[in-house]
Nanobody, 117 residues
């Protein structure tokens, strides 16, 4: 069973930065798709930044040029560097991954990111 544990959320002022980390219970290379989603109050969960097909990064238009997804192979982790944060980035951020050879996604518990104006 895959376990994903997020860390790094918090409260930051608009224009600031945060770095989220997702520690996986297995190698990040064992996932076909892996990355970050978010859900703001009253809204549907949406893709933020994900590695697809093993390593191609895909970003939501709203975060391009501000957020960067990366992998730390030694730590079995996927990170999300978030710069120039905006109040509309406020949400619970979830790490998610789909192991290669399966159709099921595993999800972390989520970490709260709050951006004040």
């Amino acid at each position: 069973q895959v376990q994903l544990v997020e860390s790094g959320g918090g409260l930051v002022q608009a224009g600031g930065s945060l770095r989220l980390s997702c520690a996986a219970s297995r190698s990040v290379f064992s996932f076909n798709d892996m990355g970050w989603y978010r859900q703001a109050p009253g809204k549907q969960r949406e893709l933020v930044a994900v590695f697809i097909s093993g390593g191609i990064p895909k970003y939501a238009d709203s975060v391009k040029d501000r957020f960067t997804i990366s992998r730390d192979n030694a730590k079995n982790a996927v990170n999300l560097q978030m710069n120039s944060l905006k109040p509309e980035d406020t949400a619970v951020y979830y790490c998610a991954g789909r192991p290669t050879g399966t159709t099921l996604w595993s999800w972390g518990q989520g970490t709260q990111v709050t951006v004040s104006s």
